[in-house]
């Protein structure tokens, strides 16, 4: 008993105390930054998933995978259109605001990306239980959903969880491309969801189909059905991504 208290005492907290607030190293691509004067002839047909537009400039980061080929940081050294920051906090609850231009400002994106509705706080605010749904994704996001849960990220403690029937859910968590296969399965779940409910799409292959676009093995008629509460960027999506995305809807916290 005492040498558990004492190795608890020596590795102290190990999970991120200040979670909204967490440093993030400056290799990871987040937030994009656009220069619209810059000379972007080099960036044609480089994005693998149509995420880039060149007239006028900007970057959907609901197809985006984040890969740096359009990215000063990335492939594209010679060109200084395109430069991905670390900022972490990409959610929405508008689909269009996931839209960079060269106007657009991290700082005042982060502000007023989320936006955060009464009734939403009252009744999720203290707790959440979400039921995920892989459908058809490529397992990044799943891993990193996971990791929400560890001891490092710690997401239980604010009251967020994942739960293993959608009985027990106040919503679902969408990651993958939704496939043929996978669209029966994924509305079953929603409608065994009792209400009200929240959807939440995770990833760049469940905002936007990601790399998997236009393929006839894909059934997406889901998103057209019911609506979608937030938008969360990624491939795959990090944990802090994911949980500062949730708080800013539940709690209204940025």
């Known amino acids: 008993m005492f040498d558990t208290l004492k190795s608890r005492i020596y590795q102290g907290k190990q999970y991120i105390k200040d979670i909204e607030n967490a440093p993030m190293r400056e290799q990871f691509r987040g937030f994009p930054q656009l220069c619209a004067q810059a000379d972007t002839t080099c960036l044609e047909g480089v994005c693998p998933t149509g995420a880039l537009n060149l007239n006028p400039l900007s970057i959907d980061m609901g197809k985006c995978t ?3 080929a359009c990215g000063v940081n990335g492939g594209n050294v010679g ?12 959610t929405s609850t508008c689909r269009e605001k996931l839209i960079v231009t060269p106007e657009t400002n991290y700082e005042e994106y ?29 397992n990044g996001c799943e891993m990193e959903l996971n990791a929400c849960s560890n001891v490092n990220f710690d997401m239980g403690r604010f009251g967020i969880d994942f739960v293993a029937s959608p009985r027990h859910a106040d919503g679902i968590v969408i990651t993958g491309p939704i496939s043929e296969n996978m669209a029966y ?9 009792p209400d009200p409910k929240i959807v939440i799409l995770c990833g760049a292959c469940a905002i936007s189909g990601g790399v998997f676009q236009g393929s006839t093995k894909l059934n997406r008629e889901f998103l057209e059905k019911y609506p979608v509460d937030l938008y969360i960027p990624g491939c795959p999506v990090h944990p802090l991504t994911f949980i500062n995305g949730v708080l800013g809807f539940i709690k209204g916290r940025k």
């Open 185 to 193: 399965a994924l509305e079953d779940c929603y409608k065994s969801v």
């Open 66 to 68: 984040f890969c740096g």
């Open 79 to 90: 060109c200084e259109a395109v430069k991905f920051t670390n900022g972490y906090k990409l």
């Open 110 to 138: 982060v502000k007023s990306a989320i936006e955060t509705k009464e009734e939403i706080v009252k009744m999720f605010g203290h707790s959440l239980k979400l039921r995920q749904v892989s459908a058809a994704g490529c």
